[in-house]
Nanobody, 115 residues
Framework: QVQLVESGGGLVQPGGSLRVSCAAS????????MGWYRQAPGKERELVAT???????KYGDSVKGRFAISRYNVKNTVYLQMNSLKPEATAVYYC?????????WGQGTQVTISS
């Protein structure tokens, strides 16, 4: 099993930046894929970004060029740097991990973009 603990959510003004973190309970070398999804009120959960074990990153179309995902293997942590934030990015951001053929989710962290 894998436990995922998110941190770093909060309130930021439009155009601002925010970084969220996700710490995994086991070595990331054993986790095939990690990343972030988000879910806004009344909408389906959607891909934000993922990074594979070999470092390959994938982004949702709405965040390409503004968000960056990175992994720090020593700390078993994945970071999502979010820049040029828009109000439509307001959502609960969930950390995700694929391990042993099973999907794991964190509890989510709220990100609100508002002036």
């Amino acid at each position: 099993q894998v436990q995922l603990v998110e941190s770093g959510g909060g309130l930021v003004q439009p155009g601002g930046s925010l970084r969220v973190s996700c710490a995994a309970s086991r070595s990331m070398f054993s986790i095939i894929l990690m990343g972030w999804y988000r879910q806004a009120p009344g909408k389906e959960r959607e891909l934000v970004a993922t990074v594979s074990r070999d470092g390959t990153a994938k982004y949702g179309d709405s965040v390409k060029g503004r968000f960056a995902i990175s992994r720090y293997n020593v700390k078993n942590t994945v970071y999502l740097q979010m820049n040029s934030l828009k109000p439509e990015a307001t959502a609960v951001y969930y950390c995700y991990a694929l391990f042993g053929g099973t999907n794991y989710w964190g509890q989510g962290t709220q990100v609100t973009i508002s002036s």
